[in-house]
């Protein structure tokens, strides 16, 4: 029986987070301390816990099917790899980051400067499409301390809250890549392996939308529900279910969560009341 092996970060949060969205696609993975392999109970699929730098070749040379990796590894190491799906967590940038005492004004000003990073693919492509040369000092681990040590004059890294960067007295100048969690792909995905990956990517889509919708409800009058359903940005259209009053109907939709703010004075301005809403586990389109 064929397996679909996927890779995910051995340690971290995006550990954390890949291992969350296969248990909410309804897959069973039992991994403990320091395991470097496991198996799904309830679907074909074997997890590797590998180091995050490490994942790109494996892709490449065949020996897993795919990984859940972010994209700016890839734009590091991973040429020839595509990406399946973006899955919309672990979101941080690249960025170009420059002691708080350093007057910036734009990136010309790092002309012939010091850079420390662990990406210095990445970083010798950026400065080249600016038609600028820098001094890369290729380091691992805690990049933000080389400029106070002098060891560099800037840094580029990995930038999520920022927090890391203000306790090291820098500041963040210039974003070079946005990057998010995404299911990489082998060029060496056999058949067998890319059927199975087919239905991981239904059931991580699913899982995916309902992360970003909620399920609203809310009692109308029936002379109101036109003009409500109007307002809501639905599906194909609201459920519509009477209520004991029978001027009145209970509507039931999904709304985008960014959006119900947005909409939540005009449902009330235009009759709704007693509105509830509730999170989304699936979503099958």
């Excluded at 550990?15 to 392999?37: A, H, M, R, T, V």
């Excluded at 399946?84 to 990136?107: D, H, M, W, Y």
């Excluded at 109007?230 to 599906?235: F, W």
Aim: charged share 20%; net charge neutral.
């Amino acid at each position: 029986m064929s397996v679909l092996k996927l890779a995910i970060q051995k340690s971290g949060r995006l550990n954390e987070d890949s291992l969350k969205i296969l248990k909410d696609c309804g897959i069973s993975i039992e991994n403990g301390n320091d395991q470097l392999k496991a198996a799904a109970s309830n679907f074909p699929l074997e997890v590797l816990f590998l180091r995050n730098s490490d994942i790109p070749q494996y892709l490449l040379d065949g020996v897993i099917d795919v990984a859940i990796v972010g994209d700016n590894l890839l734009l590091e190491k991973g040429n020839n790899i595509a990406i399946s799906q973006k899955l919309g967590f672990s979101k941080c940038r690249v960025s170009v980051a420059v002691p708080k005492t350093f007057e910036f004004n734009s990136i010309d000003d790092l002309s012939n400067l010091r850079i420390a990073t662990s990406y210095p693919n990445t970083v010798l492509n950026y400065f080249k499409s600016k038609k600028i040369s820098v001094e890369l000092h290729e380091i691992s681990g805690s990049v933000e301390i080389a400029p106070n040590i002098g060891l560099a004059d800037a840094i580029v890294d990995i930038v999520s809250s920022g927090n890391t960067l203000f306790k090291n007295n820098l500041k963040e100048v210039a974003v070079i890549f946005q990057s998010e969690a995404v299911l990489a792909l082998s060029p060496k995905i056999s058949p067998s392996s890319q059927k199975i990956l087919s239905q991981l990517e239904f059931r991580i889509k699913s899982v995916l939308k309902a992360r970003h919708c909620k399920y609203i409800l809310m009692n109308v009058p029936n002379d109101r529900i036109a003009q409500v359903s109007a307002i809501l940005p639905v599906l194909k259209s609201p459920t519509i279910m009477p209520l004991a009053d029978k001027e009145w109907s209970s509507l039931h939709s999904v709304i985008h969560e960014d959006q119900f703010w947005e909409v939540i004075d005009q449902l009330k301005q235009a009759g709704a009341e007693g509105i509830l809403v509730c999170p989304i586990e699936k979503m099958v389109l």
